[in-house]
């Protein structure tokens, strides 16, 4: 084996340490795609122009929460039944608006989605 086959042989493990690296920090940690991440990737595409606009959202502080109703001030009343993301963006292409609303589950996880003015193209938790 010549040197630069062991060189390459030796560092083979360290170049796919670096490309999950890469795809955790372009992509989000796909062990985490079950709403623990604390924001999201969002990308929606414009009806008008065309354009592809990203959206972080910070789940922490973006999303509403929905109680569920009740009467009482039980433990279950005053935990979150799911939450919603209404959002309005535009893209720099174009003028026109897009609005979309995200459904959650009480674990933040998209269970609905409706967008009016372009379409949702991707989504995925992020840091």
């Known amino acids: 084996m010549t040197n630069m086959q062991h060189t390459l042989a030796r560092n083979v493990p ?16 796909p062990n985490r795609a079950n709403g623990n991440c604390p924001a999201m990737l969002i990308k ?46 535009v893209g720099r292409q174009c003028q026109n608006l897009v609005r979309f609303r995200l459904d959650f589950d009480s674990k933040r996880r998209i269970t609905k989605q409706a967008i009016e003015g372009g379409e949702l193209i991707e989504w995925h938790d992020t840091e």
């Open 14 to 29: 360290a170049m796919g340490k670096l490309i999950d690296g890469l795809k955790h920090t372009f992509l989000g940690d």
């Open 44 to 89: 929606v595409q414009c009806g008008r122009c065309g354009e592809i606009i990203s959206v972080r959202v910070d789940k922490a502080s973006d999303l509403l929460a929905e109680y569920p109703d009740a009467e009482d001030d039980s433990e279950e009343a005053v935990q979150p039944d799911g939450y919603i993301l209404h959002k309005e963006v």
